[in-house]
């Protein structure tokens, strides 16, 4: 059997459902090898649909134990049973109930995705098409509807019972067994229903809604980690109490429940009224999670709340219009995130993000539109392009019409949308709406893959105390231009210049929607430096020439901590891509003053001033003939002299900020005080591995939470010497319990930029805590070293690829989604110099050659290839 390149679905193909199903009722019998589901289908005939079609009901591995249809039997002739699904051929024209049992092996299932048991508790993945693998449906969110959920279950080894909605009855069943019944009032689509079972603890508090309904909200757990379910439960009642302040948005039921369960393909998951997570982000005691782990919590704790409204209120009509509920949804936990902690500190580790994740993306064979038009495979499509690059769009609409305007447009959006599967279309349309401006043009950004670069370049006029700017604006791809807004300000020797004027700027925003425009600012007493694209107003490339000289003015003096912090990387992204002693010390001694001027007063910040451009990104910005070796060494030694030059300070700041022994808060202050510390231990190791090694071996021993412990860790293993294998060793003895602990200690190993980290790999894919069918575990592993070890995966030799390619083809048959994410880490096979590329497309190859390969590595791999 050869792999074929798998069928494409396109968004112009979209037809309404033939018919709707307007009441679910089902009954779960859990058991770990038999699982039984009986659903009672509510169905009638779409009026909008096609009135003569069959009625084909999606499927996927399920077992079909009987079938009725208004309580009498189906004429074996009507009924056709494939692996894809079910059809009858000639359904009633009028409402009918369809009874179907089917049966599900949930420990045979490996892919999580519907039904699966993960330590022993069962749990549902139903995002995109996963309902099909519970019982056979119109697995598709343009059908909404009401269900109501029996679960049964063995006392002892599922004492809790959760579904969506509201609990409304629970009770024994005969001697060992008891059910309960779950009912949500809120009609939503397959992708949103779950359950879980499981031998479960919990923490719980009640949060009383602006509108005056009381509800009750846990945060279920392994019995025994209770205590590490504290700060999620805080994060949802913040997330609660937040979305009704900024958005005007209540909760909707009486209970809202969280479970974390250990096995999970991607983070969480929004199912109306209980989100199930990934444990990674929600467990947390300083002792085992660090300031990045609480925060990434507290993030995705309120992504999935944030989803109640948009993406389960109003959902989308189909998979094309992912973006519509997960770029809306990023953007709105980027807010909460953003007012919980600093603005501006949060917005820079946005842009970092997109520009590690998106830009990549965007550049290479898998680049796609925000909104695709096709797909071969949904789960493929849940990307940075679609979450990230989709957020930044809405945030670049708010910048478009203005915050107020926005507020109303939202509220426009949940007021004509609710209860209702709804299009990007529908989501602009209330902005229109409310402002009564024509954002066609606007639109493109969901058409248009590519990152667009905007060029830049000014002319200052002394005697006509003038200056010139001109913008214009480059895309990937032909067609007419995007709506940009470009955030600006001029900058003096003394700071920004207050007194200019600009007839095209508004609020210090203008609007580029032509392929150029040329901007006069007059009463311009000097020349003056630009500060372009302030807080990342839009997500494109800025090419602006600049000297280093002008950079370091906008370090020391722009208004805006984004171009601040921007600056700071773009000089520092020259000198690894063009090494100059003299100008590296010019940039030494100029983050030396920014140092004595601020560090303190704002740690978090002057960490990221601390924090050079990655491999990766200075990857990114060359056209072809990538050597990461090359990359590697310039900024190791540009590092290395940073470390020399500022090593005075740092040592200062090291000692200022030593903590005493207040216990450990993971607020962003105490974060940032942390930050700015490990970020100095780390830049001094870089100056003097002997004298770091020492001082990580010291900051090792008395850390008293995660965040220093593990900072430490990280810098101590990239020096190589005795110190560092003992310090692994001892760190993996201390933690051999915690399994998420454990993920660290795998990453920090697998990204040791050695080519000998290529055997400690393979003997931590040994290691008793590591395993195959756990998705954390062979990220932890296997994908820190595809994404964050550059010089190793891209080995001239072949033999990081070689590892990769080898755990994609193995984990294929069993968990193909995770397989296919595994892969993407060879997007920018091209751009490589020729012996890594050759050694890329090689295999690639070998992957290809595999028989019966699953649609999603499949598509990943043709579109890699292509
Ligand atoms: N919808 C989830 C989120 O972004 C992501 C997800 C997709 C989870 C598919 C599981 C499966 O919040
Ligand atoms: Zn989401």
């Known amino acids: 059997m050869r792999t074929e390149t798998p069928p494409l679905i396109r968004l112009e ?101 519907g039904l699966y048991r993960t330590d022993g508790v069962y749990c549902t993945q139903c995002e995109a098409d996963g309902f099909r693998r519970i019982t056979y449906f119109l697995d598709r969110p343009d059908v909404m509807s009401v269900y ?109 429940n969280v479970v974390a369960v250990s096995a999970f393909n991607m983070g969480a998951m929004e199912n109306k009224g209980l989100n199930i997570f990934n444990d990674k982000y929600v467990l947390a005691v300083p002792d085992t999670a660090t300031d990045a782990d609480y925060a990434a919590i507290e993030a995705i704790i309120a992504h999935e709340y944030f989803h109640n409204w948009s993406g389960n209120r109003v959902t989308c009509r189909d998979w094309f219009q992912l973006c519509l509920k997960e770029g809306l949804t990023v953007f709105r936990d980027q807010e909460f995130s953003s007012d919980m902690r600093s603005r501006p500190v949060h917005r820079i580790g946005e842009v970092r993000s997109l520009r590690a994740r998106q830009f990549p993306e965007d550049a290479g064979p898998l680049k796609h539109p925000v909104r695709p038009n096709a797909y071969a495979e949904i789960n493929n499509f849940y990307t940075a392009t679609v979450y990230d690059k989709g957020a930044e769009i809405v945030r670049m609409l708010r910048t478009l019409i203005g915050g107020a305007a926005f507020r109303a447009g939202m509220d426009r959006y949940f007021a004509d949308n609710d209860g209702t599967a709804a299009t990007v279309e529908d989501f602009l349309a209330a902005f229109a709406t409310v402002t009564g401006r024509d954002l066609s043009a606007f639109a493109r950004w969901y058409e248009r893959p590519g990152t667009p670069k905007l060029s830049a370049s000014g002319r200052y006029d002394p ?66 430096v630009p500060s372009l694209l302030r807080d990342f107003s839009a997500p494109v490339r800025l090419d602006l020439s600049l000297t280093d000289e002008q ?16 600056a700071a990387q773009d000089v520092a992204m020259r000198l690894i891509l063009d090494p100059d002693p003299a100008r590296a010390e010019a940039f030494a001694e100029a983050l030396g003053t920014f140092l004595d001027g601020e560090a303190l007063a704002d740690p978090a910040f002057a960490a990221l001033v601390l924090a050079l451009p990655t491999e990766g990104e200075a990857a990114d910005s060359l056209p072809s003939d990538v050597d990461p070796d090359a990359i590697h060494q310039a900024r190791r030694d540009l590092r290395a002299r940073l470390g020399r030059a500022l090593r005075p300070r740092l040592e200062r700041i090291d000692a200022s900020l030593s903590s005493g022994k207040e216990a450990y808060s993971p607020d962003a202050a105490s974060a940032g005080r942390r930050a700015l510390r490990n970020a100095a231990l780390d830049l001094i190791a870089a100056g003097d591995p002997q004298a770091g090694a020492a001082l990580a071996t010291q900051r090792l021993d008395a850390a008293t939470n995660m965040t220093d412990r593990l900072a430490a860790l990280a810098t101590i293993a990239q020096i190589p010497g005795e110190a560092r294998e003992a310090a692994l060793t001892a760190f993996g003895e201390r933690y051999a319990q915690e399994p998420l602990v454990l993920d660290k200690w795998f990453a920090i190993q697998a990204t040791i930029a050695e080519p000998e980290t290529l055997d400690r790999i393979a003997r931590l894919k040994a290691h008793p805590a590591f ?12 994908g820190s070293f595809s994404m964050a070890n550059p010089t190793q995966f891209a080995r001239a030799d072949g033999a990081g690829f070689a590892l990769v390619a080898d755990v994609v083809k193995a984990l294929d048959s069993t968990n193909p989604q995770v397989a296919a994410r595994l892969l993407t880490a060879f997007g920018s096979w091209r751009r490589l110099e020729k012996n890594r590329r050759v050694a890329a497309a090689e295999m690639l190859n070998r992957i290809k050659a595999v028989p019966g390969l699953s649609r999603d590595v499949a598509d990943i791999l043709g579109r890699t290839l292509k």
């Not at 692996?83 to 359904?91: A, C, E």
């Not at 508090?205 to 757990?221: K, Q």
């Not at 214009?472 to 700071?495: F, H, N, R, S, Y």
């Not at 395993?771 to 296997?782: C, Y």
């Open 13 to 113: 193909d979209y037809r309404p459902s033939a018919f709707l199903i307007d009441r679910v009722d089902l009954d779960i019998r859990l058991d770990p090898h038999a699982a039984r589901i009986t659903a009672e289908l509510a169905l009638r005939p779409n009026p909008e649909g096609d009135a003569d079609a069959p009625l084909h009901l999606d499927g996927d591995d399920l077992t079909l134990v009987a079938i009725d249809l208004d309580g009498a039997g189906v004429a074996p002739g009507d009924l056709t049973v494939e692996p894809s699904g079910l059809t009858l051929r000639n359904p009633p024209r009028r409402p009918f109930v369809l009874r179907l049992v089917t049966q599900v092996d949930p420990t045979a299932n490996t892919k999580l995705m």
């Open 148 to 256: 109501t959920t029996r679960i049964e279950a063995n006392r002892e080894e599922a004492p809790v019972l959760l579904g969506n909605g509201n609990p409304v009855e629970a009770g024994p069943v005969g001697e060992d067994r008891h059910y309960a019944v779950w009912h949500d009032p809120h009609p939503k689509p397959a992708y949103l229903f779950a359950i879980v079972g499981g031998r479960l603890g919990k923490v719980e508090t009640t949060f009383r809604t602006m509108e005056g309904r009381d509800v009750t909200c846990a945060v279920y757990v392994e019995p025994g980690r209770e205590d590490r379910a504290g700060y999620a439960l805080d994060a949802v009642i913040r997330s609660m109490e937040w979305d009704e302040r900024a958005f005007g948005r209540a909760y909707d039921l009486d209970v809202f």
């Open 463 to 528: 005697a006509a105390r003038t200056y010139t700017l001109r913008l214009a604006q480059i895309l990937t791809v032909e067609g007419p231009p995007l709506v940009i807004p470009v955030a600006l300000g001029l900058v003096g020797a003394k700071g920004p210049m207050t007194d200019v004027t600009c007839a095209a700027v508004t609020d210090g925003v203008f609007i580029l929607d032509r392929d150029e425009a040329e901007l006069v600012f007059e009463n311009v007493a000097e020349e003056p």
């Open 551 to 566: 950079r370091l003015r906008l370090l020391a003096r722009d208004s805006d901590p984004f171009n601040r912090w921007q």
């Open 771 to 782: 395993s195959m069918t756990n998705p954390n575990r062979v990220r932890a592993l296997v």
